[in-house]
């Protein structure tokens, strides 16, 4: 009888433990990424504590000229695919001598060929810039771009340490540009 018990117990379990199957979305050609300053501040083993997060898509460049043709010069851009690009201070900065205060943000960008207008925008959660409001904007500074020999294939940002905070810095195909922040 135990055996009995048993063996049906487990033919239960097995019958109500089949997986379900769902219906997936694809990968999306332009993944998420996060950069956090200090740089790997998520993966540190103590109680380090971020002072910046940036949430933004990495589109790739796929044969295309992108600065000037696909994102037009002169025009308001997400500063990646997909959602606009968000931007988390976990304390006070000073971006363009603005103190900027904790909170999440979006940032956008008007490209140029010589120069970007970054754009800091209380608006977050917005697909793409079509519904970019320059009324919500917090603070717009002017950064010089430089160019590369090498192009870079997917949009990369990371950040340069400086003595009063970071920069961040922004590559794709032969174009960068640095976004100075101050913390300190």
Known sequence: MKRFSLIAMLALYATFSQ????????????????????????????????????????????????????????????????????????KNVMIGGKKIKAGSYSLFAIPEKDK????????????????????????????????????VETLSMTFNPQPQGANLIIAWDKTVVELPITFK
Do not use: H
Request: without cysteine; glycine residues 6%.
């Open 19 to 90: 997986a379900q199957e769902y219906k997936l979305p694809a990968l999306d050609p332009s993944p998420a990424d996060i950069l956090y300053y200090p740089l790997n501040v998520a993966k540190a083993k103590d109680d380090a504590s971020p002072v910046v997060k940036v949430v933004y898509s990495r589109p790739g460049k796929k044969g295309r000229d992108i600065f000037g043709v696909l994102e037009q010069f002169g025009k308001v851009w997400r500063l990646g695919a997909n959602e606009a690009t968000e931007i988390k201070f976990f």
């Open 116 to 151: 970007w207008l970054m754009i800091l925008n209380k608006q977050t959660d917005r697909w793409g810039a079509y519904t970019y409001n320059e009324a919500q904007d917090v603070v717009r500074v002017v950064v010089p771009v430089q160019m590369m020999e090498k192009p």
